[in-house]
C-alpha cells in the first residue's frame, strides 16, 4: 500500500511497510525511467532511484527504457498524486515556470524557498538536459536565461564579503585569494590570468575534485578555488556566529550553484565574467568546444550588462577563422561599426584571421544564428 503525506510542498510516499519514503516536491519535474509495462497496464518507473508504479490514465506512446519528464501534480481528493508526462522531447516543457521562479530566487537577494524543497529542486533541475530541448524551445529558455543573469551579483557580493571581513579583521588569507578574482581591466591584463580565475571560478569545483581524488593527488590546489574558499568561510562564519558574513557567503555560493546547473544542463560552462571595468555592472559568458561535420569548434557566448546597454556577441573559432556577431541596441551597434576596421585590425596584428562580422538587433536572432547544442554560457 502507498501511503501519501503531505508536509510545506513535499509529499512523502510511503512504500509498503518501508520506512524510507520517496519525497516529491510539488511542480518539480523529474526524470522518469520507464523499467516496464505490465500487462494490466501498470507501468513501472525509475525516479531519483527509486521504483515507482503507476497507473496512466490514458493511453501514453511509452515503451520499455524511454526516458520521459513528469511534472509531480497536486495530489487529488482520493490521494492519487498525478504525474504529468512532459514527453520525451520535453515539447511541452515551454519552459515550465517552476523552473524559471527557481533559476531566478537562486539569483536573488534572499531565496524564498524552504531549505528542504530548494535541495530537492536543485536535485531535479540536475536531471534535466536543457540541450536535448527543441530548437524553439531551447531559444526561448536561453534568452530568459539571460534575464536572470542579468540581475546575478557575485561580483560585487564578492567586494562586500571582502569589506565586511576585513572590517572585522578576520578570513584574511582567504581575504587575499578572494581579491584575486576581481580583475581590473586594462592593457596589462594577461590572458593567462583571467583563463586561471575563470578556471578557480568555482563552476568545476566538484568535477576537480573527483578527478584529483581518482588520481589520488595532492588537494591542495583545491584550496585556490572560489567555491573551496566560499565553503570555508561559510562552516567558519556559521560557527563562530557572523550572521551577516554567513548570509553573503551563501548568496555567493547559492549563485555559483545556479551557474552550475545550467552549465551541466547545457552541456556547457556558465560562470561569472570577474572583471572590473567603468560603467560595467556584470556580464555572462558561455564557453564550448564541439565537433560539426567533422570539424572542430570553439564557441563563446558573452554577455556585457552596462549602466543603461546591453551588449552581446558570440565569437566562434573554426580551424584558425574567427566569426563574430554582434547583437545590441541600434546606437551601440552603429558604435561598433564604426570602429570595425580597428577590430580587423587587432585580430590582423595578432596573426588571427577574422572571417567575418554579423550585426543583429535581438539577442533571439542571435541564439538563432548558432545552434545552442554548440556553444557554452558563463556569466560577467
Not at 47 to 65: C, F, M, T, W, Y
Amino acid at each position: 500500500m502507498i501511503e501519501p503525506t503531505q508536509q510545506v510542498g513535499i509529499i512523502h510516499i510511503f512504500k509498503g511497510k518501508s520506512q524510507v519514503p520517496i519525497k516529491l516536491v510539488l511542480g518539480e519535474i523529474l526524470l522518469a525511467e520507464i523499467l516496464d509495462i505490465l500487462p494490466t497496464g501498470t507501468i513501472q518507473l525509475r525516479i531519483n532511484e527509486r521504483v515507482i508504479n503507476a497507473q496512466p490514465q490514458r493511453e501514453i506512446p511509452l515503451s520499455k527504457g524511454d526516458k520521459v519528464y513528469v511534472k509531480v501534480e497536486k495530489p487529488l481528493s482520493d490521494g492519487t498524486i498525478p504525474l504529468r508526462v512532459l514527453t520525451t522531447e520535453a515539447e511541452e516543457i515551454k519552459v515550465d515556470l517552476s523552473i524559471i521562479d527557481f533559476l531566478e530566487s537562486i539569483f536573488a537577494q534572499k531565496t524564498e524557498f524552504r531549505k528542504a524543497d530548494f535541495l530537492s529542486l536543485f536535485k531535479s533541475l540536475l536531471n534535466l538536459s536543457f540541450d536535448s530541448f527543441p530548437q524553439d524551445i531551447k531559444i526561448e529558455f536561453f534568452d530568459k536565461i539571460l534575464r536572470i543573469f542579468k540581475n546575478q551579483t557575485i561580483v560585487k557580493d564578492i567586494q562586500q564579503l571582502i569589506e565586511l571581513a576585513e572590517s572585522k579583521n578576520i578570513f584574511n588569507k582567504e581575504i587575499e585569494t578572494l581579491k584575486s578574482f576581481l580583475l581590473s581591466f586594462d592593457e596589462s591584463m594577461k590572458p593567462e590570468i583571467l583563463k586561471k580565475v575563470i578556471n578557480n571560478s568555482g563552476i568545476t569545483f566538484e568535477a576537480k575534485l573527483k578527478t584529483l581524488l581518482n588520481e589520488v593527488t595532492n588537494l591542495e590546489s583545491l584550496k585556490g578555488d572560489l567555491k573551496f574558499i566560499v565553503n570555508f568561510i561559510l562552516k567558519e562564519a556559521k560557527e563562530r556566529g557572523y550572521e551577516e558574513i554567513y548570509l553573503k557567503a551563501e548568496q555567493i555560493q547559492r549563485q555559483l550553484e545556479g551557474f552550475q546547473i545550467v552549465s551541466k544542463g547545457f552541456n556547457s560552462l556558465f560562470s561569472f565574467l570577474p572583471i572590473l571595468w567603468r560603467e560595467l555592472e556584470g556580464g555572462n559568458i558561455a564557453l564550448k568546444s564541439f565537433k560539426k561535420e567533422g570539424k572542430d569548434f570553439f564557441s563563446l557566448f558573452v554577455m556585457l550588462n552596462f549602466t543603461d546597454e546591453s551588449l552581446c556577441f558570440v565569437v566562434t573559432l573554426l580551424e584558425n577563422r574567427f566569426f563574430i556577431s554582434f547583437s545590441a541596441d541600434e546606437r551601440t551597434l552603429y558604435l561598433i561599426k564604426a570602429n570595425e576596421d580597428k577590430l580587423k585590425e587587432a585580430f590582423s596584428l595578432n596573426k588571427m584571421h577574422l572571417s567575418s562580422i554579423n550585426y543583429v538587433t535581438k539577442t533571439r536572432e542571435l541564439i538563432k544564428n548558432w545552434d545552442i547544442n554548440s556553444f557554452v554560457s558563463l556569466t560577467v
